[in-house]
Structures are given as C-alpha cells and as structure tokens.
C-alpha cells in the first residue's frame, strides 16, 4: 500500500525558508516512470504544481515558483523534501506531496497535507 506522509513546521516567519519533508512508504521513489511532486492549495483558491522529482532524480519546477524552490530526495530513507525560500503570506497554504506518472497536478496517491501558515 503507497502512503505518503507529510511533516514540518507549521509556522514559518516572512521571509524564512519553508522546509517540508514527505516521507514515502510502500514503494520505492526510485521505482522507474514515477514522478514525486509538491502541491500547494492557498485557502480560497486551486491546486498549483509547484514542482516534482523523478525516479532518476531529475528536477523539475513550476516557472512562478523556479527561483525560490528547490526539491530534493534521499533514497536511504525514502524521502521527498522541499524548500521554498523568501517566503510571504501569499505562500500560506496546505502542502501535499503526491506520485503522478507525468509533470502536473493528475496524481495517483497523495498524502493528507500539512497547513503552513507564514507570518507577516
């Protein structure tokens, strides 16, 4: 069974970096044609792809959001992470981390998101 699992702060000051870490379980995110992507949805609006990683490491990131974040993995522990930096009230938002078999927001397993709210 795919879990995914979401965890970090849940409150990060303006012009922070947002950490995030999404901790997979039941598969293998090096298993081959599977992307791992971050998604946000700010209260009151849609989903944005913000960005993902593939089974071979590749990034890849939204081009609103490419300056400010960065995706990365560790394989020994089955791990997506996530930075977002100079973060402002507008990034506050529910995070997930999901699986997709292309770059966007169709995904087949998503995990249950994490609020973070950013402080002016």
């Known amino acids: 069974q795919v879990q995914l699992q979401e965890s970090g702060p849940g409150l990060v000051k303006s012009s922070q970096t947002l950490s995030l870490t999404c901790t997979v379980s039941?598969?293998?995110?090096?298993?081959?044609?599977?992307?791992w992507a971050w998604i946000r949805q700010p209260p009151g609006k849609g989903p944005e792809w913000m960005g993902a990683?593939?089974?071979?490491?590749?990034?890849h990131y939204s081009p609103s959001l490419k300056s400010r974040t960065d995706i990365s993995r560790d394989t020994s522990k089955n791990q997506i992470k996530l930075q977002l930096s100079s973060v402002t009230p507008e990034d506050t938002a529910v995070y997930y981390c999901?699986?997709?078999?292309?770059?966007?927001?169709?995904?087949?397993?998503r995990g249950q998101g994490t609020q973070v709210t950013v402080s002016s």
């Open positions: 039941g598969v293998s995110i090096q298993t081959d044609f599977y992307y």
């Open positions: 999901a699986r997709t078999r292309a770059l966007g927001l169709d995904y087949d397993y």
């Open positions: 990683i593939s089974w071979m490491g590749s990034t």
